[in-house]
Protein backbone atom coordinates (compact mmCIF):
# COMPACT_ATOMS: atom_id res chain seq x y z
CA UNK A 1 0.00 0.00 0.00
CA UNK A 2 2.58 2.45 0.95
CA UNK A 3 4.66 2.24 -2.67
CA UNK A 4 0.85 2.26 -4.40
CA UNK A 5 0.33 5.55 -2.23
CA UNK A 6 3.90 6.43 -3.27
CA UNK A 7 2.99 6.40 -7.31
CA UNK A 8 -0.38 7.60 -6.59
CA UNK A 9 0.94 11.01 -4.90
CA UNK A 10 3.81 11.18 -7.07
CA UNK A 11 0.56 11.28 -10.81
CA UNK A 12 -0.96 13.54 -8.82
CA UNK A 13 -4.14 11.36 -7.47
CA UNK A 14 -5.24 10.54 -4.07
CA UNK A 15 -5.40 7.10 -2.38
CA UNK A 16 -8.33 5.60 -0.77
CA UNK A 17 -8.72 2.51 1.17
CA UNK A 18 -11.93 0.51 1.47
CA UNK A 19 -12.10 -2.79 3.06
CA UNK A 20 -14.39 -5.39 2.14
CA UNK A 21 -15.74 -8.53 3.69
CA UNK A 22 -16.35 -11.81 0.87
CA UNK A 23 -19.93 -11.24 -0.48
CA UNK A 24 -21.20 -8.44 2.08
CA UNK A 25 -20.80 -5.59 0.21
CA UNK A 26 -23.14 -4.92 -2.62
CA UNK A 27 -21.15 -4.02 -5.61
CA UNK A 28 -23.21 -1.00 -5.93
CA UNK A 29 -21.60 0.30 -2.91
CA UNK A 30 -18.09 0.13 -3.94
CA UNK A 31 -15.93 3.34 -5.01
CA UNK A 32 -14.75 1.43 -8.07
CA UNK A 33 -18.64 1.48 -9.15
CA UNK A 34 -18.86 5.40 -9.27
CA UNK A 35 -16.82 7.36 -11.98
CA UNK A 36 -17.61 10.20 -10.77
CA UNK A 37 -15.91 9.24 -7.19
CA UNK A 38 -12.51 7.45 -8.31
CA UNK A 39 -10.57 7.58 -11.46
CA UNK A 40 -9.24 3.50 -10.92
CA UNK A 41 -9.11 1.20 -8.51
CA UNK A 42 -6.66 -1.75 -7.83
CA UNK A 43 -8.63 -4.61 -6.03
CA UNK A 44 -7.53 -7.84 -4.06
CA UNK A 45 -10.96 -9.86 -5.39
CA UNK A 46 -10.53 -12.79 -2.70
CA UNK A 47 -12.53 -10.26 -0.43
CA UNK A 48 -15.07 -9.76 -3.29
CA UNK A 49 -17.54 -12.72 -4.94
CA UNK A 50 -16.84 -13.61 -8.38
CA UNK A 51 -19.72 -11.69 -9.67
CA UNK A 52 -19.26 -8.86 -7.82
CA UNK A 53 -15.34 -9.26 -9.72
CA UNK A 54 -17.50 -9.81 -13.42
CA UNK A 55 -19.48 -6.05 -12.47
CA UNK A 56 -16.17 -4.14 -11.70
CA UNK A 57 -14.75 -5.25 -14.66
CA UNK A 58 -17.39 -4.74 -17.25
CA UNK A 59 -17.79 -0.75 -15.64
CA UNK A 60 -16.91 2.22 -16.85
CA UNK A 61 -13.56 3.03 -14.37
CA UNK A 62 -10.46 1.39 -14.70
CA UNK A 63 -9.97 -1.79 -12.49
CA UNK A 64 -6.85 -3.99 -12.32
CA UNK A 65 -6.66 -7.09 -10.28
CA UNK A 66 -4.04 -8.39 -7.86
CA UNK A 67 -3.05 -11.99 -7.36
CA UNK A 68 -6.53 -12.90 -9.43
CA UNK A 69 -6.73 -13.16 -12.98
CA UNK A 70 -9.37 -12.18 -15.22
CA UNK A 71 -9.85 -12.29 -19.27
CA UNK A 72 -10.72 -8.37 -19.27
CA UNK A 73 -8.81 -6.94 -16.48
CA UNK A 74 -5.11 -6.49 -16.07
CA UNK A 75 -3.80 -8.39 -13.24
CA UNK A 76 -0.93 -7.43 -10.77
CA UNK A 77 0.58 -10.80 -9.51
CA UNK A 78 3.56 -11.84 -7.23
CA UNK A 79 5.83 -14.89 -7.57
CA UNK A 80 4.03 -16.92 -4.88
CA UNK A 81 5.11 -20.21 -6.09
CA UNK A 82 8.89 -18.99 -5.55
CA UNK A 83 8.19 -17.35 -1.84
CA UNK A 84 6.84 -20.53 -0.94
CA UNK A 85 9.28 -22.62 -2.66
CA UNK A 86 11.78 -20.73 -0.76
CA UNK A 87 10.35 -21.28 3.17
CA UNK A 88 9.46 -24.79 2.16
CA UNK A 89 12.96 -25.57 1.63
CA UNK A 90 14.60 -23.60 4.42
CA UNK A 91 12.21 -25.82 6.73
CA UNK A 92 13.27 -29.48 5.04
CA UNK A 93 16.90 -28.40 4.33
CA UNK A 94 17.74 -25.96 6.80
CA UNK A 95 15.82 -27.38 9.75
CA UNK A 96 15.27 -31.49 8.17
CA UNK A 97 11.18 -30.90 8.50
CA UNK A 98 9.79 -34.12 7.13
CA UNK A 99 6.03 -34.04 7.84
CA UNK A 100 5.10 -30.19 6.50
CA UNK A 101 0.98 -29.03 7.05
CA UNK A 102 -0.04 -27.27 4.59
CA UNK A 103 -2.58 -24.31 5.71
CA UNK A 104 -4.03 -23.63 2.56
CA UNK A 105 -7.07 -20.48 1.83
CA UNK A 106 -10.20 -20.99 0.18
CA UNK A 107 -9.72 -23.37 -2.98
CA UNK A 108 -11.38 -20.73 -5.58
CA UNK A 109 -8.55 -18.51 -4.43
CA UNK A 110 -5.75 -18.83 -7.22
CA UNK A 111 -2.79 -17.34 -5.07
CA UNK A 112 -3.56 -20.60 -2.86
CA UNK A 113 -3.78 -22.52 -4.98
CA UNK A 114 0.06 -21.53 -6.30
CA UNK A 115 1.11 -22.31 -2.85
CA UNK A 116 -0.41 -24.97 -2.60
CA UNK A 117 1.73 -26.81 -5.69
CA UNK A 118 4.78 -25.12 -4.51
CA UNK A 119 4.40 -27.02 -1.35
CA UNK A 120 3.73 -30.37 -3.11
CA UNK A 121 6.27 -29.99 -5.53
CA UNK A 122 9.15 -28.41 -3.53
CA UNK A 123 8.31 -31.65 -0.70
CA UNK A 124 8.59 -34.11 -3.86
CA UNK A 125 11.43 -32.00 -5.11
CA UNK A 126 13.41 -32.98 -1.41
CA UNK A 127 12.28 -36.55 -1.68
CA UNK A 128 8.93 -36.02 0.43
CA UNK A 129 5.78 -37.07 -0.64
CA UNK A 130 3.16 -34.82 0.58
CA UNK A 131 0.60 -36.28 2.95
CA UNK A 132 -2.93 -35.22 1.64
CA UNK A 133 -4.26 -35.19 5.35
CA UNK A 134 -1.78 -32.60 5.97
CA UNK A 135 -2.97 -30.25 3.53
CA UNK A 136 -5.87 -28.59 5.49
CA UNK A 137 -8.37 -25.41 3.97
CA UNK A 138 -9.86 -22.59 5.65
CA UNK A 139 -9.96 -18.55 4.91
CA UNK A 140 -6.99 -15.97 4.85
CA UNK A 141 -7.50 -14.99 8.98
CA UNK A 142 -5.80 -15.58 12.06
CA UNK A 143 -8.94 -17.13 13.17
CA UNK A 144 -8.83 -19.52 10.34
CA UNK A 145 -5.07 -20.19 11.08
CA UNK A 146 -6.53 -21.14 14.75
CA UNK A 147 -9.15 -23.26 13.64
CA UNK A 148 -6.63 -25.61 10.69
CA UNK A 149 -4.29 -26.05 13.72
CA UNK A 150 -6.81 -27.41 16.29
CA UNK A 151 -8.36 -29.70 12.68
CA UNK A 152 -4.66 -30.87 12.57
CA UNK A 153 -4.15 -31.94 16.23
CA UNK A 154 -7.40 -33.24 16.72
CA UNK A 155 -7.57 -35.59 13.76
CA UNK A 156 -4.39 -37.08 15.49
CA UNK A 157 -2.04 -36.01 12.23
CA UNK A 158 1.35 -35.46 13.60
CA UNK A 159 3.29 -32.78 11.72
CA UNK A 160 6.79 -31.20 12.61
CA UNK A 161 6.27 -27.90 10.44
CA UNK A 162 3.20 -25.72 9.33
CA UNK A 163 3.33 -23.72 6.05
CA UNK A 164 0.70 -21.21 5.51
CA UNK A 165 -0.34 -19.76 2.35
CA UNK A 166 -0.51 -15.72 4.06
CA UNK A 167 0.63 -14.32 7.06
CA UNK A 168 -2.64 -13.94 9.11
CA UNK A 169 -3.16 -18.01 8.74
CA UNK A 170 0.46 -18.22 10.61
CA UNK A 171 -0.08 -16.06 13.17
CA UNK A 172 -3.66 -18.07 14.11
CA UNK A 173 -1.83 -21.51 13.64
CA UNK A 174 1.01 -20.18 15.89
CA UNK A 175 -1.55 -18.89 18.35
CA UNK A 176 -3.45 -22.18 17.68
CA UNK A 177 -0.25 -24.12 18.35
CA UNK A 178 0.55 -22.17 21.61
CA UNK A 179 -2.95 -22.78 23.12
CA UNK A 180 -2.22 -26.27 22.74
CA UNK A 181 1.07 -26.21 24.59
CA UNK A 182 3.16 -26.78 21.63
CA UNK A 183 5.99 -24.16 21.17
CA UNK A 184 7.69 -22.27 17.79
CA UNK A 185 10.06 -23.21 16.68
CA UNK A 186 11.21 -25.76 19.98
CA UNK A 187 7.64 -28.11 18.60
CA UNK A 188 7.17 -27.42 15.30
Known amino acids: LAGVEEG ?21 SLPSSDPSFVDGSILLPDALSRRAVEQLAGG ?12 RVPTVAFD ?14 DHGA ?5 LAGPEDAEASRHRE ?4 ETLRAAGIEPDPDLLVRG ?5 DGMR ?9 HRFDALFAVNDETAI ?17
Open 8 to 28: ARTAGFHLLVAATEPDTVATA
Open 60 to 71: RTPVVLVEVSHP
Open 80 to 93: GASGAAAALRHLVV
Open 98 to 102: RRVAC
Open 117 to 120: TAWA
Open 139 to 143: GWSEV
Open 148 to 156: LVEELLAGG
Open 172 to 188: GAMRGLERAGLHVPQDV
